[in-house]
């Protein structure tokens, strides 16, 4: 398996940026899928978005057009900025990792886990 990292979370006012990063090391980074997913106080944790080994990637409605997914193979990372951000994206964001070749909503399609990272937007 893959370990991860999260990192960049912190507290920021609608419509600010931020970007989160996710280290990983371990087994080949590069032939995984990776996804990002939110957990929000007494809510279930839910799908963010995807991206493939090759960059092919996929996103929650919710955040579609706001959020963009990429990773850099050669630094074993993978990001998620976040733009006119709102406070319903309140949550703790986790990354994760998927040996599917691109994998959807579902928590049971992902392997590894971070610790998650707090992301607060204040109104």
């Known amino acids: 398996q893959v370990q991860l990292v999260e990192s960049g979370g912190g507290l920021v006012q609608t419509g600010d940026s931020l970007r989160l990063s996710c280290a990983a090391s371990?087994?080949?980074?590069?032939?995984?899928?990776m996804g990002w997913f939110r957990q929000a106080p007494g809510k279930e944790r839910e799908f963010v978005a995807a991206?493939?080994?090759?960059?092919?990637?996929r996103y929650a409605d919710s955040v579609k057009g706001r959020f963009t997914i990429s990773r850099d193979n050669a630094k074993n990372t993978v990001y998620l900025q976040m733009n006119s951000l709102k406070p319903e994206d309140t949550a703790v964001y986790y990354c994760?990792?998927?040996?599917?070749?691109?994998?959807?909503?579902?928590?049971?399609?992902?392997?590894?886990w971070g610790q998650g990272t707090q992301v607060t937007v204040s109104s």
């Open positions: 994760a990792a998927s040996g599917a070749t691109l994998p959807g909503e579902g928590v049971y399609e992902y392997e590894s």
């Open positions: 371990g087994r080949t980074f590069s032939s995984y899928a």
């Open positions: 991206i493939s080994w090759s960059g092919g990637s």
